[in-house]
């Protein structure tokens, strides 16, 4: 079992950034396939980003393609997403999960183990 914890969410304006951390203990991070959702109020959690277990390949949702960057550092045990040119769109509570499967999915049902997410608010 892999424990996840979010960091880095916060208030910013439209137009800025925010970098968000996940970092993770318990089994080997490096065996898992690493992926971003979100989930505003009210609505359905969606995908975001996801990254190999080597972090040679990655998958973004159109949405945030260009704007938003998922890496890993398998020494660290950390998951990132680097949010670029925010817009007020892009609010939500945003969550990493870990699944065993080497396909990189949007399916948030293929994910195993969840953070407890952390709050991005963009404001206009």
């Known amino acids: 079992q892999v424990q996840l914890v979010e960091s880095g969410g916060g208030l910013v304006q439209a137009g800025g950034s925010l970098r968000l951390s996940c970092a993770a203990s318990?089994?080997?991070?490096?065996?898992?396939?690493m992926g971003w959702f979100r989930q505003d109020s009210g609505k359905e959690r969606v995908f975001v980003a996801a990254?190999?277990?080597?972090?040679?390949?990655?998958y973004y949702a159109d949405s945030v393609k260009g704007r938003f960057s998922i890496s890993r550092d398998n020494t660290k045990n950390t998951l990132y997403l680097q949010m670029n040119t925010l817009k007020p769109e892009d609010t939500a509570v945003y969550y990493c999960?870990?699944?065993?499967?080497?396909?990189?999915?949007?399916?948030?049902?293929?994910?195993?183990?969840w953070g407890q997410g952390t709050q991005v608010t963009v404001s206009s």
């Open positions: 990254i190999n277990k080597i972090a040679s390949t990655t």
């Open positions: 999960a870990a699944t065993f499967g080497i396909l990189l999915t949007g399916d948030p049902k293929r994910y195993d183990y």
């Open positions: 318990g089994r080997t991070f490096s065996r898992y396939t």
